[in-house]
Structures are given as C-alpha cells and as structure tokens.
Nanobody, 120 residues
Framework: QVQLVESGGGLVQAGGSLRLSCAASGSIFGINDMRWYRQAPGKQRELVAALTSGGSTKYADSVKGRFTISRDNAKNTVYLQMNSLKPEDTAVYYC??????????????WGQGTLVTVSS
C-alpha cells in the first residue's frame, strides 16, 4: 500500500507565499514523475507543475516564475513553493506520483488534497 500525504495548505493574503509538501510512504521501490495538480471550485483539475526523476520540470503558464517544484528523493517527498500568490490560485492542490512497487510494476497514486485559499 502506497500513500501520498500533502501538507502546507492554508489561508494567505495575495502576494504571500506557501510551501506545500507531499510525502510518499509504503512499499516503494522508486518514484518516477511527481506532479502537483489543482482544482478550483467549478473548474476542472489542472496540472500545475511536474518534475521527472531526471530533474526536468514543467509548469502551467499561469504559475511560471511564481511556483517552483522540487523533490527530496531520500525522503520520497515533493514540494511546491508558491510565491506571489493570487486569488485565482485558490484551489485544492493534489499531489500525484508514479510509484514503482516492483522493478517493472508502477502505480499512479494521488494524495487527498490540501486547500489553498488566497484572499485579496
């Protein structure tokens, strides 16, 4: 059983910063891509940032230059540093990862989500 547990969400004023964390636990052989998604009320879930095991990153245009994704492989943890937050960043943020539970067996795992609210 593999779990992803997010933390770090909360209420912040526009222009402020938050750092989200997502820790993977369980029977983990390795982790490939790790991603952050978000879903605002009444909207579809969207990809915010992705980080491959090789270190390549990808960001949504709306967060480029403001958000930074990083990972600590020793801790099986991915982070999302969010700066210059805007009210439109308000959403539930979900962690997602491709987790190897054996040499050639992968699972796509989702966290439970953490709420980020940015007030104007």
């Amino acid at each position: 059983q593999v779990q992803l547990v997010e933390s770090g969400g909360g209420l912040v004023q526009a222009g402020g910063s938050l750092r989200l964390s997502c820790a993977a636990s369980g029977s983990i052989f390795g982790i490939n891509d790790m991603r952050w998604y978000r879903q605002a009320p009444g909207k579809q879930r969207e990809l915010v940032a992705a980080l491959t095991s090789g270190g390549s990153t990808k960001y949504a245009d709306s967060v480029k230059g403001r958000f930074t994704i990083s990972r600590d492989n020793a801790k099986n943890t991915v982070y999302l540093q969010m700066n210059s937050l805007k009210p439109e960043d308000t959403a539930v943020y979900y962690c997602n990862a491709e987790v190897a539970i054996a040499v050639t067996k992968y699972l796509e795992v989702w966290g439970q989500g953490t709420l980020v609210t940015v007030s104007s």
